[in-house]
Structure formats: C-alpha cells, structure tokens
C-alpha cells in the first residue's frame, strides 16, 4: 500500500531563519506531487505541484520555493520565512495507482515568530 | 478556470438525524469531484469521487454524494449522523480536460458540528 511522510509535524521559526519541510512518499513510483498551504483552519491553496524530477510548476508568486530531488521526494523550502509564511503545510500525492484521487500527509504546522 | 462554493460555513445537526453538507462548482469541462475530511490538526482523508458513471457516489463511514449535473452540485449526505462525524469538510474540483494546473482546487470548507 501506498503512503506519505511529512516532517516535521511542527515547527517554530523565527522570522528570516530558512525552513526545509519534507515529504516522501512510498509504495508508487513516479506520483504526482503537490504542496498546498492551509490558513486558518480553511481552504487550501495549492503552491506547488510536481510531475518528474526536478520539474516544479508555481502556482502563487511568493516566499517559498520547491525541489523534487529524487521520483518520490518533494521538498518545500525558504532562504528567510516571513511572519505571513506561517500556516499549516500539506503534501500530496496522485500516481497511476491512486486513480484520479489524491491524497494527503498529515501536515506541517509552521509558526513564524 | 475553475472553483468550488461550500455555501455554509457550518452545519449543525443533532446526532441520528440525516445531514448534508453543500458543494456546487464550475468548470469548463467535465468535473472530476471530491469531497475530503479533515479532524483537527490533521491532513485531509479522501471520502469519495464522482469521476463517471451513476450519479450517486458511496464513500467512507456511510457518507455519500450525488453528481447533478444541471445544477452543478456534488452534496454529501449521510441518512444519520455520529457524533464523531463533527469535522471540517471540503469539497474539491478538477476539471477532467486537465487544462491548467494539475492539482485540486478546494472550497473553503463546511464545520460538520453534530450535537449528542
């Protein structure tokens, strides 16, 4: 079966520290990959998607950048977080084993202070 | 380009009764749709999809949806709920032609308070 690591599961950072949040996926090959943001407890923005190595589609012009190094291994970084960067980060995969369906990490709560 | 409307902010219901919670959408072509649950301070679990075929989609923990069409709805229903059932819920579309970013996009998400 299939599954998504996310980590940390929290994190607190001062504001201009980088941040590095990782997600692996196991048990697919080859998945799409995403990184959506979620504010307060709601809706979700999508801020990054990937389909292959080293391919990074933007969604949202912002503080934040993304590397997929490896098939399944998706990378959401900053060189210096912003208070407005803090919020909840979710992961995400779909591959030709999950359909059209995709399917989310347990999330990164990031605190900037 | 594509979007979701989750109508409500919240939805109360009392625990046996039947519930729904409000989903319409738009896209330029066909829709593939989702609804996701969420507990506090955790990722989304997928519930189900409406991708083709009967419009009436059975997913996890009882709930289900149905596709219309003409009115642009996907609602989630449930014949009677569980306490445990209180979440936040969202709704998701992604147009089935692929055009555009390759990713969901979500509503803003229905609190589901069911009250003992």
């Known amino acids: 079966s299939q599954t998504i690591h996310q980590w940390p599961a929290t994190l607190v950072q001062p504001v201009g520290s980088p941040l590095s949040l990782e997600c692996t996926v196991e048990g697919t090959s080859n998945p799409n990959l995403y990184w959506y943001r979620q504010a307060a407890g709601r809706g979700l923005q999508l801020l990054f998607y990937?389909?292959?190595?080293?391919?990074i589609s933007s969604e949202v012009p912002q503080n934040l950048s993304a590397s997929r190094p490896q098939d399944r291994q998706f990378i959401l970084s900053s060189k210096k977080l912003l208070l407005s960067d803090s919020g909840f980060y979710l992961c995400?995969?779909?591959?030709?084993?999950?359909?059209?369906?995709?399917?989310f990490g347990e999330g990164s709560w990031l605190t900037v202070v | 380009a594509q979007s979701v409307a989750q109508p409500e902010d919240q939805v109360n219901v009392a625990e046996g009764n039947p519930l729904t919670v409000k989903c319409t959408y738009s896209v330029s072509g066909n829709p593939y749709l989702f609804w996701y649950v969420q507990y506090p301070n955790r990722g989304l679990q997928f519930l189900l999809k409406?991708?083709?075929?009967?419009?009436l989609v059975k997913g996890s923990y009882g709930f289900e949806a149905e596709f219309n069409k003409s009115q642009t709805s996907f609602h989630l229903k449930k014949p009677s709920a569980l306490v445990s059932d209180s979440a936040l819920y969202f709704c998701?579309?992604?147009?089935?032609?692929?055009?555009?970013?390759?990713?969901?996009?979500f509503g803003k998400g229905t609190h589901l308070i069911i009250q003992p």
């Open positions: 998701a579309v992604r147009d089935m032609t692929g055009g555009g970013a390759d990713g969901l996009t």
């Open positions: 409406y991708i083709t075929g009967d419009n």
């Open positions: 990937s389909v292959g190595i080293g391919q």
């Open positions: 995400a995969w779909r591959g030709p084993s999950s359909g059209n369906t995709i399917y």
